[in-house]
């Protein structure tokens, strides 16, 4: 990701990136939940990220979320029912966070080939 920062500097583009490893975190502390006891809701990684990354700056500037590590087909799977087409996340209380245009999602992937 260095690589890619260096690029964007030299064009003059400011870059931010934000990086996890989300297998490092159960689901809920991954997406978010809900308190049974009181229904307040408690944004997880993915939320809070996303809120972050969509925060108006005032500057020319890409940001990335990284997704570092292995991907296996339980995570995946979760991101896909929660993550549309649309770039649209849908939290499990009903909220959509639409991820603005200057943000994308990367996903590392590590194996043998």
Do not use: H
């Not at 500097?9 to 975190?25: D, E, L, Y």
């Not at 997704?67 to 339980?74: A, E, M």
């Not at 590392?108 to 080939?113: P, R, S």
Request: charged share 25%.
């Amino acid at each position: 990701m260095d690589k890619l920062a260096v690029v964007y500097v030299r064009m003059g583009i400011q870059t931010k990136f934000s990086s996890m490893n989300p297998k490092a975190v159960t689901v809920s502390e991954l997406y978010g939940q809900i308190n049974p006891e009181t229904r307040e809701w408690s944004d997880g990684l993915i939320s809070s990220i996303f809120r972050e990354m969509n925060s108006p700056s005032g500057k020319d500037e890409m940001r990335y979320v990284i997704f570092d590590g292995d991907v296996d087909t339980i995570w995946i799977e979760n991101m896909n029912s929660v993550m549309d087409d649309n770039r649209i996340l849908t939290l499990v209380n009903g909220e959509r966070i639409r991820l603005q245009d200057y943000c994308t999602l990367l996903f590392e992937v590590y194996g043998l080939f």
